[in-house]
């Protein structure tokens, strides 16, 4: 049985460190999250709701968010329309914190390693805004594909962006990278 540890070790170590990580985080968000009242949006939530009403009105000036009074979500219209709601899901963090995890499991320098956390989630929450807006206009445009909009594509540029992050990631700056590099 210790051969299998001394074996798998780098192997047990990143899960453990992934799922460490994983559960500090996701415990300190869903604390952060249970400080809010019952039909309260978070302030997350709120940040990007503000942002996504932004980009909309490059588009269209009319565009506008609003939080819906007792419930905790924001309706979106555009093009004087109603188009969807941000509800928490929708605000990235749950999608930031795996990458956290990810990056922590792989961790390279701690400079490194802590520069691209914050540059990889601050990106991931970019990304996200312009993916609600662009969901949105399409969304407008083709009311019929909201289904393989929402559920399908829109998800896999999220989760495709994650992962490309996490290639470079360990190809780049992670200790395995450092390890194959010589």
């Known amino acids: 049985m210790k051969n299998y540890f001394i074996l798998y070790k780098p192997f047990l170590l990143f899960l453990g460190k992934f799922f460490l990580t ?4 996701a415990s300190a968000y869903q604390f952060y999250l249970g400080g809010f ?3 309260k949006t978070d302030a997350v939530t709120n940040n990007v709701a503000g942002f996504t ?3 909309l009105q490059f ?3 009319g565009s506008y968010v609003r939080e819906e009074t007792g419930q905790s979500y924001f309706k979106i219209y555009y093009k004087q329309q109603y188009i969807a709601r941000i509800i928490e899901g929708c ?3 749950s999608v930031i914190i795996l990458f956290i995890s990810f990056v922590v499991a792989f ?3 701690r400079k490194a390693t802590l520069l691209f956390i914050f540059g990889g989630s601050l990106f991931v929450y970019v990304l996200n805004i312009f993916r609600i807006a662009l969901l ?5 445009q ?3 594909k909201e289904h393989i909009l929402h559920d399908v594509f829109f998800p896999l540029i999220i989760y495709g962006t994650v992962f490309a992050l996490w290639v470079i990631w360990v190809n780049k700056f992670s200790k395995y990278a450092s390890k194959t590099a010589q």
């Open 142 to 144: 083709f009311p019929e």
């Open 22 to 25: 994983y559960l500090l985080l």
């Open 53 to 55: 009403q932004q980009v």
């Open 59 to 61: 588009s269209d000036p």
């Open 107 to 109: 961790s390279g320098k």
């Open 136 to 140: 949105v206009m399409l969304t407008y």
């Open 91 to 93: 605000n990235a963090i």
């Open 37 to 39: 009242p019952e039909g």
